[in-house]
């Protein structure tokens, strides 16, 4: 079945640095999610890619879809300690079920 | 606007009790429902999910049952919980190409 991987598994950042975190799939997909958990709470639907190669920005936030539609990444500029949480990529394949990566816990120091 | 509810927050059961989960969702209708398992390693497992009333497709075999006996509502279930079973249970809706919206999910422990 589709496996997604996601590293890191943690990262700790000083407050300021950049943050990025890779997504790869074992299939193409037709779509790649990524959401955001904080400490104790649910998780929030940040954004969707759908195109190959596109790329979103959020503010601080940027994401990429891969070429091949099989790869992402997430990479936050100027980390604050707000960006505190789990980031999960999820990548939805051709029967519409997204499988979860395990997720990147950022902390990050002030 | 759509919102998603689930309770309880918090479920201290014993070993061996029953279990339901409850989960509705408002502001849309046909919606498709999931539950997910987070276990302490932060992986979101799919257990079930459901495209409509008394459709429902099991993902992992276990102890636990799902049904969807409304069009909004999605409940989960177990006749006997096991240790194993411990964790955080979110419930979600979406559909096709659009972010998925989690319940703010039950943290059950299974003593």
């Known amino acids: 079945g589709q496996q997604v991987m996601q590293i890191p598994q943690y990262q700790h950042v000083q407050e300021g640095e950049d943050f990025t975190t890779y997504c790869n799939s074992s299939?193409?997909?037709?779509?790649i999610q990524w959401y955001k958990q904080r400490p104790g709470g649910h998780p929030v639907f940040l954004i969707q890619?759908?195109?190959?190669?596109e790329v979103k920005k959020q503010k601080r936030l940027t994401f990429q879809f891969g070429e091949a539609k099989k790869n992402s990444s997430l990479h936050i500029t100027a980390t604050q300690t707000t960006d505190v949480g789990t980031y999960f990529c999820?990548?939805?394949?051709?029967?519409?079920?997204?499988?979860f990566g395990k997720g990147t816990l950022l902390t990050v120091n002030p | 606007s759509q919102t998603i509810h689930q309770w309880p927050a918090t479920l201290v059961q014993p070993v061996g009790s029953p279990l339901s989960l409850e989960c509705t969702v408002e502001?849309?209708?046909?919606?498709?429902l999931y539950w997910y398992r987070q276990a302490a390693g932060r992986g979101l497992q799919l257990l079930f999910y459901?495209?409509?009333?008394?459709?429902i497709s099991s993902e992992v075999p276990q102890n636990l049952s799902a049904s969807r006996p409304q069009d909004r509502q999605f409940i989960l279930s177990s006749k006997k919980l096991l240790l194993s079973d411990s964790g955080f249970y979110l419930c979600?809706?979406?559909?096709?190409?659009?972010?998925?919206?989690f319940g703010s999910g039950t943290r059950l422990t299974v003593v």
């Open positions: 502001g849309t209708s046909n919606p498709n």
């Open positions: 979600a809706w979406g559909a096709a190409n659009y972010g998925y919206t």
């Open positions: 299939t193409t997909l037709s779509n």
């Open positions: 890619l759908v195109k190959s190669g």
């Open positions: 459901s495209v409509g009333i008394g459709q």
């Open positions: 999820a990548g939805e394949g051709s029967n519409y079920k997204l499988t």
